[in-house]
């Protein structure tokens, strides 16, 4: 048990498809902490490093998710488009009126909604942004190295000097979605109903739990898979 102790939690990431989930599950943030060892970040969220261990460890028949670490950059750079950009897409779209209505409802005596509202707000401006640049700009040029590679050549040199000045921008930009998120999650008391929820109220609670949840899976198929992949690939001597 040892050897995964001291493993990173990016490295147990990228090598079981399972851990993402299991690390959600236990409050082990796996896309902003990825070099911290599994000892450390268990200490960092507070939950049993032998607990975390002994769910790794098992085997996960029942995991949807499929191994990405071996799959091509395209198919993963499209999963990526496909599921979670179309997923954020959708959910803001819904999120936004939904938000509203509760604020409206309820926002005199939940002053935290309206906190979190105008968070979520510049959350989804933020990603908007984001998902614009990695669709306009990063991931067609991943797609280029890769392309470029399988046919024995190297990709013509990029307008922003090599792949990983985007890279540390998107990762930056990770970084503040996921902060934006827990600060949200906090403002919530963990997403715990008051009493007087309604049905909109819980409703939106379900579905901001949801969008985190996501955004998690989605960042970290990104920083821990697809980024370091394709820092590799463009370094690779061709
Ligand atoms: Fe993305
Ligand atoms: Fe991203």
Redesign the pocket.
């Known amino acids: 048990m040892e050897s995964v102790n001291e493993k990173t939690v990016r490295d147990l990431a990228s090598s079981n498809p399972a851990a993402a989930r299991i690390f959600e599950k236990y409050g082990i943030d796996c896309c902003c902490s990825g070099e911290k060892s599994l000892a450390q970040a268990c200490g960092t969220a507070g939950v049993s490093l032998q607990e975390v261990a002994e769910a790794l460890e098992k085997p996960q028949a029942q995991s949807r998710d499929r191994g990405w670490a071996n799959a091509s950059l395209t198919e993963l750079s499209q999963h990526i488009v496909n599921k979670h950009h179309a997923f954020v897409r959708q959910e803001i779209k819904r999120l936004v009126p939904l938000f509203a209505k509760v604020v409206e409802a309820h926002g005199k005596n939940h002053p935290e909604l309206e906190q979190m509202q105008s968070s979520f707000r510049a959350l989804a401006d933020e990603l908007a942004m984001?998902l614009m640049k990695?669709e306009g700009m990063l991931f067609p040029y991943v797609e280029q190295l890769e392309d470029a590679a399988n046919r024995g050549r190297r990709a013509a040199p990029p307008m922003f000097g090599t792949v990983q000045n985007p890279v540390r921008m998107?990762m930056m930009?990770?970084d503040s979605a996921g902060e934006i998120l827990r600060k949200m999650r906090q403002a919530a008391s963990n997403y715990t109903l008051p009493e007087d929820a309604c049905m909109n109220f819980r409703m939106l609670y379900q579905a901001l739990q949801e969008f985190e949840m996501d955004l998690h899976q989605?960042?970290h198929l990104?920083n821990n898979i697809l980024f370091p992949r394709a820092i590799e690939l463009e370094t690779a001597k061709g």
Do not use: T
């Open positions: 984001h990695e998107m930009e990770h989605h960042i990104e």
